[in-house]
């Protein structure tokens, strides 16, 4: 067993998700929308049918899941952040500086821990806040 995240956007969820699979160096995500469904055609205004209803992405033994938060609720990923593990410094750093393009807000910026060689903390342009961590010291 396992935890997956499911993560929600405001309508640009294919654009962070893509951004993500190609961050992290895997597949294209597998994307279905609103749109998709058997009932779409009924009563789904044309905008609605284009937003994403799920979207995956994987990563080793695990898998990030997104969709497109329904129109006029609050913003989505409030409180909740996803956390990546790098094998190096190196690559956690170079995960964050391109996370750190367009961020929302920095709450730590990338440096040694006790914990980690390297972690940092972010809230990236989609809304989404990462922990991304070096390798453990521990």
């Known amino acids: 067993m396992s935890f997956e995240p499911y993560i929600h ?21 597998f994307i279905m929308r609103y749109g998709d469904m058997p009932e779409a055609s009924e009563g789904m205004r044309e905008a609605g049918k ?11 033994d695990g898998a990030l899941m997104a969709s497109d938060w329904p129109e006029g609720r609050d913003r989505p ?5 996803i956390s990546h593990v790098s094998d190096s410094r190196e ?33 990236d342009r989609f809304g989404t ?9 521990m």
């Open 9 to 29: 956007f405001q309508g640009n969820c294919e654009e962070a998700m893509r951004f993500y699979a190609e961050l992290f160096g895997t597949e294209p995500p």
């Open 50 to 60: 284009a937003r994403i209803m799920h979207a995956l992405i994987k990563l080793g």
């Open 77 to 81: 990923q409030s409180s909740v952040s």
């Open 91 to 123: 690559a956690a750093k170079a995960i964050f500086e391109r996370l750190m393009d367009g961020a929302e807000e920095v709450m730590m910026p990338f440096d040694d821990t006790f914990w980690a060689d390297g972690f940092g903390m972010l809230r």
């Open 129 to 137: 806040a990462w922990m991304i961590n070096g390798p453990s010291k």
